[in-house]
């Protein structure tokens, strides 16, 4: 959805370097979200924000830092890399629903390969 | 912790013939909700169920969500290559708006 976009796309790092993923987004969400995904293990939730003031832990928070700068931006961080990081990570929106609309339908950006040699 | 899961992990049909993917979950659902990633792209949003035993259609995919608000399932009819993809089922508890997300299924068509 172009409304997310996520920087950078690619990015190759080596073990022990810190390294920060930056998502923003154009919806108006209060809501965003951190989710790492690897091959038969679906996606699972790093970190979520409700809106700017709000900081939750997800399933596998373990190694990974955020911080919600604003509204529309939410950053994740690996302190210092390590191989087992290495995954394709997506930074997703939802809005709290509004009306008759879905209820917490998220919007994906197009995601960051992440390798951690 | 709440856990869905999705089988089959892998599905390669002959395009024409049918599909289906069945997503379970440890734990009574609010609603669930379908997502398509296209290969190298991201999930996109499909269809939410809320209500026990609701079906809904989409042209040629057809949702279930059981009787018991656990499990749900995809059937795509006639499948197309532009079917391709991984589908993932995701959902949601008691009044939150955090998604667990299945393990996906991922369907390869071929001519």
């Known amino acids: 959805d172009a409304d997310v976009t996520q920087t950078p796309r690619n990015r190759i790092t080596k073990t022990g370097k810190r390294i920060m993923l930056e998502c923003s987004q154009t919806?108006?969400?209060?809501?965003m979200y951190w989710y790492r995904q690897d091959p038969g293990l679906g996606l699972r939730l790093i970190y979520y924000?409700?809106?700017?003031?709000?900081?939750n832990k997800g399933e596998i928070s373990d190694g990974y830092s955020v911080s919600r700068q604003a509204q529309a931006k939410f950053s994740l961080s690996l302190e210092s890399a390590i191989p087992n990081q290495t995954a394709l990570y997506f930074c997703a929106t939802s809005d709290p629903a509004r009306g008759a609309g879905v209820r917490g339908t998220q919007y994906f950006g197009p995601g960051t390969r992440l390798t951690v040699l | 912790g709440q856990q869905v899961m999705q089988i089959p992990q892998y599905q390669h049909v002959q395009e024409g013939e049918d599909f289906t993917t069945y997503c379970n979950s440890s734990t009574t659902l609010s609603n669930i909700q379908w997502y398509k990633q296209r290969p190298g792209g991201h999930p996109v949003f499909l269809i939410q169920?809320?209500?026990?035993?609701e079906v809904k259609k989409q042209k040629r995919l057809t949702f279930q969500f059981g009787e018991a608000k656990k499990n749900s399932s995809l059937h795509i009819t006639a499948t197309q290559t532009t079917d391709v993809g991984t589908y993932f089922c995701a959902g949601v508890t008691g009044g939150g708006n955090k998604l667990t997300f299945g393990t996906g299924t991922q369907l390869k068509v071929e001519l």
């Open positions: 169920l809320v209500k026990s035993g």
């Open positions: 919806k108006g969400h209060d809501r």
């Open positions: 924000s409700f809106d700017v003031k709000d900081i």
